[in-house]
């Protein structure tokens, strides 16, 4: 086969970030870590795998799919609030970092042109790595992990702005000028754009068109990828990043129906594709005498790790958001990107800095995103630990909060809204009459099915989402529900619920709707079957025997 | 990222005609990518690899549908239908092919891609009709596992073909000793594995990739095909719950690798010359004329009654997915000419398109007229009149019919599966073995002058000659949904509404187990209720 050689590193890759990410699971180590040092044992040090054109790709659509999902689980409204703290912080955190970067670079003995170069690699933020480990903890759309979004979009215009700009100095003349100022005019205008196309659309279109594609959701799925490209592809055509294309995409289908669904279909792809991103990352670091820059790295990491917070806490906590959402959103951001390594890399081949500037920028890459990793991961029990600290103390505190407190006060009422509860699965016939007879009886009862429509028509908690998928059972509180009652006629998707509810500890309902899946779900252990055929036919004899046709 | 965008739209676009006619979408796919070749945007080297990433989770998630649960009592039906479709097709098939003018190892593998049924699109339709759990429902379906096992193992096999006898058993013993690792794990591992550690979905999905991945490593390094790897890895994570648990997190992947895989082939096809488009059609014909009676008559030797063995030999008439896995397998090894290739995605094409047209009702009725019972039947006994008659009688319907023969009048039950006649007959009641929607056996059934008419067969539609007929004649109807109840009562049946008894069924239960007011009840209360 003349590609089995893309399979074999598919392969390797998987298969190595696989086996480092089970390796990883007992010391609690965050799986990008794991990815990315994966990489570094198939690149840098025993160079199993090339990085081939296809994989790149691959990465890259790692990135763009997910930030699609991070557009899918905001939406406008969430993010409108955050607009202008995003803006302020982003823009004073993008000087500081890059004027502090450069000053240090100057003291630490680097030429102007390699401190211009570390000190802008140093700006920028990985959003990546920040959106996956916030994913991770189900904070996105919390207020600091949406504020943290906001900001590194703002960066990531700030970093086209600086790259025009920089290619327009590379060559100084007139006429670059003019396509260096067209070129953010174009930036700007494209946003602007992309923008109201995805706002507009969202409005007007969307919810017509994706409500006649979702009778099948495989359909429904393909399309909204397709919609997400659409706008990756136009945000590439006006000089945008991919992120924004791709996030602008995902917050227009926020508000539809479908949007949770549509999460979990692409949930998968995302935790594929960035797996072999981070592999593919690690693999392409320059590791090579690292040693003899140990003690820049050991500075600038901690310029990154220390620094960058620092000053975000100033910003945001000065903007009256309190000590702990200004703390949590300054942990998000005490990392380099993936891009500084493109970045000093471009700068390498164009021969404006040495090969030891892309191993120094590639340390700290390495030393801050496994650092702030874990920042993030144990961000609140961080905050507790420093919260009495003097520094912490100068930020004014608003009192006690109140976007925070209240966001905490919806959690809370929301994980005790769906207690004791009883779960309804498929709102056929059955499952309708069920909700409906629950209800009369004052049941808590979630309704459930892939069909939003079909939700409409019932009076439960509706909840859209299919339930072969473990996330859906979770939001759905199983864990906490009294019982589950399933009213599909779906053999496989009601074996699969019984044996989660088993695992789970419920006591669940399953419809029989056939006597060959009776035996099954006795062997998995329903604890109830409904066996509705059987009760017709109860009915029927029933009926002939009241309406007087019979007997 | 144009390449994969650009494909990603024709899909899309493809997905969109799929919806709007409601046809299958797969030739739909094929024919978008098929557009895409006239305007070369994306690059060959990006399509190559997308049909083998794409062939890869198509045929692994294949595997993991592999259940032979799936099946149970139509087990043995199924292995003599389908080892006689495959056989049969196999063998005219090359036939065929040789006639055409093809080479005896080019004639083998289109042989080969005749054999197998599109398990894809039956099992759709099949779900949409609701016919996953009749007895000719599970035929087709083990049917359609068989050929494509079936497949996927040759191919091992026929790629070794030119390298002599030799070749070809040491193919057959690699496929078999990867078959026992499959089958170890299927066994023995992985479903206790799963129980003993419990995986986040990202960790799960990567544990199941590099399984997957595994298995290429090890096809590779035993010389067989790596779909032959992927399928088997597949199969290794078909047993239960281990299926149910993967499927959700591996859907979106292999959706989205399975669009992009047939959007890639059609990209890759090329326009066909008459000498294909002719051959193709001869091929075509093959399929579709030889399956149907081919199955029907093996089916009814297995007892099947007319109706479900003619729909299912129309259901299987096309071939499959796997098909143009075999195809892209020889050209991948250039023993196959990519114009021979465009043959067999044509044929797919074709045949696929015309599915949903040969599944309609009214054909197999029509077919019905052609069909030996239709005239050898003699209506010399008369009609009985006045009776009850019951259509449909299986395990659900037998306490009714337990009532019905305590009452006064004579009672005749119809049912389509033999054994469940035999049961009847031997419990003392006059039976007819039978399709309730034949209108000839309605009538010979005397529905229309028997006393009431009582009808529990699965799909409402089927209902339709016996409400036509049933003149003055009572009918009730059991249905499950609350829409085909206003159809039957549209068309003057008295329905019973057998979800609304489930559901009160279940209410009492409810209330029975004590749940009324839950909240008052503890933990081990809650327990010891069950």
């Given at each position: 086969m003349p590609n089995v050689t893309l399979l074999q590193d598919f392969g390797i890759i998987l298969v190595a970030a696989a086996v480092f990410a089970f390796a990883a699971r007992p010391l609690r180590v965050p799986s990008i870590i794991a990815y990315i040092v994966a990489g570094l044992a198939l690149g840098p040090v025993f160079g199993v795998v090339d990085v081939s054109e296809t994989l790149e790709l691959t990465s890259e659509l790692g990135i763009a799919l997910l930030l699609f999902l991070v557009g899918l689980e905001l939406s406008f409204e969430k993010v409108k609030?955050?607009?202008?703290?995003?803006?302020?912080?982003?823009?004073?955190?993008?000087?500081?970092?890059?004027?502090?970067?450069?000053?240090?670079?100057?003291?630490?003995?680097?030429?102007?042109?390699?401190?211009?170069?570390?000190?802008?690699?140093?700006?920028?933020?990985?959003?990546?790595?920040?959106?996956?480990?916030?994913?991770?903890?189900?904070?996105?759309?919390?207020?600091?992990?949406?504020?943290?979004?906001?900001?590194?979009?703002?960066?990531?215009?700030?970093?086209?702005?600086?790259?025009?700009?920089?290619?327009?100095?590379?060559?100084?003349?007139?006429?670059?000028?003019?396509?260096?100022?067209?070129?953010?005019?174009?930036?700007?205008?494209?946003?602007?754009?992309?923008?109201?196309?995805?706002?507009?659309?969202?409005?007007?279109?969307?919810?017509?068109?994706?409500?006649?594609?979702?009778?099948?959701?495989?359909?429904?799925?393909?399309?909204?990828?397709?919609?997400?490209?659409?706008?990756?592809?136009?945000?590439?055509?006006?000089?945008?990043?991919?992120?924004?294309?791709?996030?602008?995409?995902?917050?227009?289908?926020?508000?539809?129906?479908?949007?949770?669904?549509?999460?979990?279909?692409?949930?998968?792809?995302?935790?594929?594709?960035?797996?072999?991103?981070?592999?593919?990352?690690?693999?392409?670091?320059?590791?090579?005498?690292?040693?003899?820059?140990?003690?820049?790295?050991?500075?600038?990491?901690?310029?990154?790790?220390?620094?960058?917070?620092?000053?975000?806490?100033?910003?945001?906590?000065?903007?009256?958001?309190?000590?702990?959402?200004?703390?949590?959103?300054?942990?998000?951001?005490?990392?380099?990107?993936?891009?500084?390594?493109?970045?000093?890399?471009?700068?390498?081949?164009?021969?404006?800095?040495?090969?030891?500037?892309?191993?120094?920028?590639?340390?700290?890459?390495?030393?801050?995103?496994?650092?702030?990793?874990?920042?993030?991961?144990?961000?609140?029990?961080?905050?507790?630990?420093?919260?009495?600290?003097?520094?912490?103390?100068?930020?004014?505190?608003?009192?006690e909060a109140p976007q925070e407190g209240t966001l905490e006060e919806d959690d809370e009422e929301e994980l005790a809204r769906l207690r004791n509860h009883v779960i309804v699965v498929g709102m056929n016939s059955l499952g309708r009459r069920i909700v409906q007879g629950l209800r009369e009886r004052g049941v808590r009862t979630l309704a459930l099915d892939t069909d939003p429509v079909k939700l409409g028509q019932v009076e439960g908690e509706p909840l859209v989402g299919n339930v072969d998928h473990l996330s859906v059972l979770e939001s759905a509180g199983i864990a906490r529900a009294r019982l589950v009652v399933s009213a599909l006629q779906i053999e496989d998707a009601n074996n699969l619920l019984a044996y989660r509810c088993r695992t789970f500890g419920v006591p669940c309902s399953i419809h029989a709707f056939d006597v060959a899946v009776v035996q099954d779900l006795k062997d998995i252990g329903a604890s109830h079957l409904m066996d509705s055929k059987t009760a017709g036919t109860r009915r029927l004899t029933e009926a002939l025997a009241s309406e007087g046709i019979y007997g | 990222m144009t390449d994969i965008a650009v494909l990603l739209f024709a899909a899309a676009v493809g997905f969109g005609v799929a919806r709007w006619s409601g046809l299958p979408v797969i030739p739909f796919l094929l024919l978008a990518g098929f557009g895409l070749s006239f305007v070369p945007v994306v690059e060959s080297e990006f399509l190559q690899d997308a049909l083998v990433l794409g062939i890869t989770f198509l045929v692994f998630v294949a595997g993991i549908e592999l259940n032979p649960r799936r099946v149970r009592r139509q087990t043995r039906a199924a292995l003599a239908v389908g080892l006689i479709q495959f056989l049969a097709l196999g063998i005219l098939g090359f036939g065929a092919a040789r006639l055409l003018g093809m080479e005896v190892h080019t004639a083998i593998y289109v042989a080969l891609a005749l054999t197998a049924s599109s398990t894809l699109v039956v099992v759709r339709i099949l779900q949409e009709r609701r016919q996953m759990f009749e007895s000719f429902g599970r035929l087709v379906i083990g049917v359609l596992l068989l050929q494509d096992l079936a497949v996927i193992l040759l191919i091992p096999m026929v790629t070794r073909l030119p390298d002599g006898a030799g070749a070809v058993l040491e193919g057959v013993a690699a496929t078999a000793a990867l078959t026992v690792v499959a089958y170890v794990l299927l066994r023995w591992v992985l479903p206790g594995l799963l129980k003993r550690i419990s995986l986040d979905e990202e960790l799960l999905l990567l544990a199941v990739l590099a399984l997957l991945f595994s298995f290429l490593f090890l096809s590779d390094l035993l010389g067989i095909p790596s779909i032959a790897g992927a399928f088997l890895a597949g199969l290794a994570l078909s047993s239960f719950p281990v299926n149910g648990v993967v499927r959700g997190q591996l859907m979106s992947v292999s959706d989205f690798f399975t669009a992009i895989f047939f959007t890639a082939l059609g990209a890759q096809l090329g326009i066909p010359s008459g000498a294909q488009l002719a051959q193709a059609f001869v091929l075509a014909a093959v399929v579709v004329v030889v399956t149907p009676p081919l199955v029907a008559l093996v089916a009814e030797r297995f007892d099947f009654s007319a109706r479900p063995a003619i729909f299912s030999g129309l259901l299987l008439a096309q071939t499959s997915e796997f098909s143009l896995v075999v195809g892209l397998q020889g050209v991948v090894l250039e023993q196959l000419a990519p114009g021979t290739f465009a043959v067999i995605a044509l044929v797919t094409l074709v045949t696929m398109t015309i599915t949903p047209f040969l599944s309609r009702d009214r054909l197999s009725?029509?077919?019905?007229?052609?069909?030996?019972?239709?005239?050898?039947?003699?209506?010399?006994?008369?009609?009985?009149?006045?009776?009850?008659?019951?259509?449909?009688?299986?395990?659900?319907?037998?306490?009714?019919?337990?009532?019905?023969?305590?009452?006064?009048?004579?009672?005749?039950?119809?049912?389509?599966?033999?054994?469940?006649?035999?049961?009847?007959?031997?419990?003392?009641?006059?039976?007819?073995?039978?399709?309730?929607?034949?209108?000839?056996?309605?009538?010979?059934?005397?529905?229309?002058?028997?006393?009431?008419?009582?009808?529990?067969?699965?799909?409402?539609?089927?209902?339709?000659?016996?409400?036509?007929?049933?003149?003055?004649?009572?009918?009730?109807?059991?249905?499950?949904?609350?829409?085909?109840?206003?159809?039957?009562?549209?068309?003057?049946?008295?329905?019973?509404?057998?979800?609304?008894?489930?559901?009160?069924?279940?209410?009492?239960?409810?209330?029975?187990?004590?749940?009324?007011?839950?909240?008052?009840?503890?933990?081990?209360?809650?327990?010891?209720?069950?």
């Open positions: 609030g955050v607009g202008k703290v995003a803006l302020v912080a982003g823009l004073g955190q993008v000087v500081f970092t890059a004027a502090g970067g450069f000053g240090l670079a100057l003291i630490m003995g680097l030429s102007p042109m390699e401190g211009l170069f570390v000190a802008t690699a140093l700006t920028f933020s990985s959003t990546v790595v920040v959106v996956k480990l916030l994913g991770e903890k189900k904070e996105l759309d919390s207020l600091y992990g949406r504020i943290a979004v906001g900001i590194f979009l703002v960066q990531d215009l700030v970093v086209i702005v600086f790259l025009t700009v920089l290619a327009g100095l590379g060559t100084g003349s007139e006429r670059d000028v003019g396509t260096m100022v067209f070129g953010i005019v174009k930036a700007f205008g494209g946003m602007a754009v992309l923008l109201a196309v995805a706002l507009l659309s969202a409005k007007y279109l969307l919810t017509g068109v994706f409500g006649w594609i979702s009778r099948s959701l495989e359909a429904l799925f393909i399309w909204s990828l397709s919609w997400c490209f659409l706008f990756v592809l136009a945000a590439e055509m006006m000089g945008l990043s991919l992120e924004i294309g791709a996030f602008l995409a995902g917050i227009s289908l926020a508000q539809l129906p479908y949007s949770e669904e549509l999460r979990r279909r692409v949930h998968p792809l995302v935790n594929f594709f960035i797996a072999v991103f981070f592999v593919t990352l690690g693999i392409h670091m320059e590791v090579d005498g690292a040693s003899a820059i140990a003690w820049p790295g050991v500075v600038f990491s901690l310029f990154v790790l220390i620094g960058n917070p620092l000053i975000f806490l100033l910003i945001i906590g000065f903007m009256g958001y309190g000590r702990k959402i200004a703390f949590l959103t300054s942990v998000t951001v005490a990392q380099i990107s993936e891009f500084s390594f493109i970045f000093a890399a471009m700068g390498l081949g164009a021969g404006l800095i040495g090969p030891d500037m892309l191993t120094l920028i590639t340390v700290v890459g390495l030393v801050t995103m496994a650092v702030s990793a874990y920042m993030i991961l144990y961000n609140h029990e961080l905050y507790r630990f420093v919260k009495a600290w003097r520094v912490i103390r100068l930020i004014p505190d608003v009192r | 009725l029509w077919l019905m007229r052609f069909h030996p019972s239709a005239r050898s039947r003699d209506s010399e006994e008369d009609p009985p009149r006045d009776h009850v008659l019951l259509l449909g009688c299986g395990v659900t319907g037998m306490p009714l019919l337990e009532t019905l023969v305590i009452g006064p009048y004579r009672v005749v039950a119809v049912d389509d599966d033999p054994q469940v006649v035999q049961r009847v007959r031997d419990a003392g009641v006059e039976a007819i073995r039978g399709d309730a929607a034949d209108a000839e056996l309605l009538h010979r059934a005397g529905a229309d002058r028997a006393r009431v008419v009582v009808s529990t067969v699965r799909r409402v539609e089927d209902n339709g000659p016996l409400l036509e007929m049933a003149g003055g004649v009572p009918v009730l109807v059991r249905v499950f949904n609350v829409e085909d109840a206003e159809w039957v009562e549209a068309r003057g049946g008295q329905a019973v509404l057998y979800s609304d008894a489930a559901a009160e069924g279940f209410l009492e239960w409810f209330d029975r187990a004590g749940w009324v007011r839950p909240d008052e009840l503890e933990d081990e209360e809650r327990e010891q209720v069950l």
